[in-house]
């Protein structure tokens, strides 16, 4: 059974705000810097005005790499929004060149991480695992210091949604678990990671759901609603109670599970939420059904089939689009290397034809030499 904030959640998940706010940008800015907090916040309900923000942002601060990767995580991560994931992997890339220019290891795991998540937005597990590792082993390899030590977090939390995509609850547990503790002690220095820790509560207590555990699950959503309440976090707001009205639902208490999902439903509307997960809307069709309202049940589940086939295709289209261009570079770069190899050998053609030559004269002045001598003694 899919449970709230599976899969299609993909759209995006929490490790944005992380992978997006370089921490030393935010813990140490100087005076003249922006605050990407803001930026962040208003990306589920206005991504182009983010966009249009950001690349105005980033002309500005050119020049300054750790506030260029920041910057263009931004708008990557309003990319995946509009669901053009396509242009979310650009500047995921893009975020990499600047990377490497810089002999900065926490700037490094935080571009890595960044470009997993959106691979991971992708479904293409793979990549999104290779760059996981890669952020982890540099972890492993440059312990962070104790301000950017959530990183770890991050990189947890994006193992634990690609081990449950692929593998189920039962392996992601453990990781959603490590990332609480990394959150949970980090917390007291960044009033942000409340975000973080709402989800994975969301998470685990959808797993709980899928596990028949109505009672832990409940206590998660709930947990989840207590770390998000002070911020303005109206997507994990909206998907805890939509968690708990699925409880209810599933409990044939179909009236109480309608207040929670109101409630959902109030807060998506009035904060103009356009990416919560699909199947929020499909939870609320089904209780709808269970109470005989089938205007209202047609309505939310045409709903869940438009947004999840949005989804769909906007995947779809990107993935072909990615693997086109991919395909294209590869053709590319062999031309080139076919150019490569012909230039070689006509050179060495050439070398050959000249040495030919040279030698053919040498040759040629030896017997014209030996014809001389042979004459004179022969007179």
């Known amino acids: 059974m899919k449970i709230i904030i599976q899969k299609i959640k993909n759209i995006i998940i929490v490790l944005c705000v992380l992978f997006t706010i370089n921490s030393q940008t935010c813990s140490a800015q100087n005076k003249n810097e922006p605050h990407l907090d803001s930026l962040f916040l208003l990306m589920n309900s206005n991504p182009e005005r983010v966009i249009l923000q950001g690349k105005e942002l980033y002309k500005k601060y050119k020049g300054n790499p750790k506030m260029e990767i920041s910057i263009l995580t931004i708008i990557g991560s309003s990319y995946s929004v509009k669901k053009d994931y396509e242009k979310a992997i650009e500047y995921a890339f893009k975020t990499r060149e600047i990377s490497q220019k810089i002999n900065d290891y926490p700037t490094q795991i935080q571009v890595a991480g960044f470009i997993g ?32 030590k959530f990183y770890k977090g991050n ?40 975000f973080s820790i709402a989800d994975i ?14 009672d832990s699950a409940r206590e998660s959503f709930e947990k989840s609603l207590k770390y998000a309440v002070n911020g303005n976090y109206a997507l994990l707001n909206a998907e805890s109670l939509a968690g708990l009205g699925r409880i209810s639902y599933l409990q044939k208490d179909y009236l109480k599970a309608k207040k929670e999902f109101d409630k959902a439903i109030l807060i998506l509307k009035s904060n103009k939420v356009e990416n919560a997960n699909p199947e929020v809307y499909k939870y609320i069709s089904e209780n709808y ?41 590869e053709n590319s770069e062999n031309d080139n290397n076919v150019k490569y190899w012909i230039i070689i050998i006509l050179c060495i053609f050439i070398i050959l034809v000249i040495y030919q030559i040279v030698q053919t004269k040498s040759k040629i002045r030896k017997l014209k030499k030996q014809i001389r001598e042979d004459n004179k003694h022969s007179s």
Do not use: W
């Open 155 to 194: 990189i947890l939390f994006l193992k634990a949604l690609i081990y449950r995509d692929e593998l189920g609850c039962d392996f992601a547990n453990t990781y959603y678990q490590k990332a609480l503790e990394v959150y949970l002690a980090a917390l007291k220095n960044r009033d942000m990671l409340r």
């Open 201 to 214: 509560y969301n998470e685990i207590g959808s797993c709980f759901l899928e596990q028949d555990q109505p």
């Open 289 to 329: 059904y269970a109470l005989n309202d089938i205007k209202n049940h047609t309505l939310y589940l045409n709903l869940y089939k438009q947004k999840t086939n949005t989804d769909i295709s906007a995947k779809k289209k990107s993935v072909n689009k990615i693997i086109v261009k991919k395909t294209a570079e």
């Open 117 to 148: 998540e959106k691979y991971h937005n992708l479904n293409i597990y793979s990549k999104a695992k290779y760059y996981a590792d890669e952020a982890y082993e540099l972890i492993e390899k440059h312990p962070l210091p104790d301000s950017l």
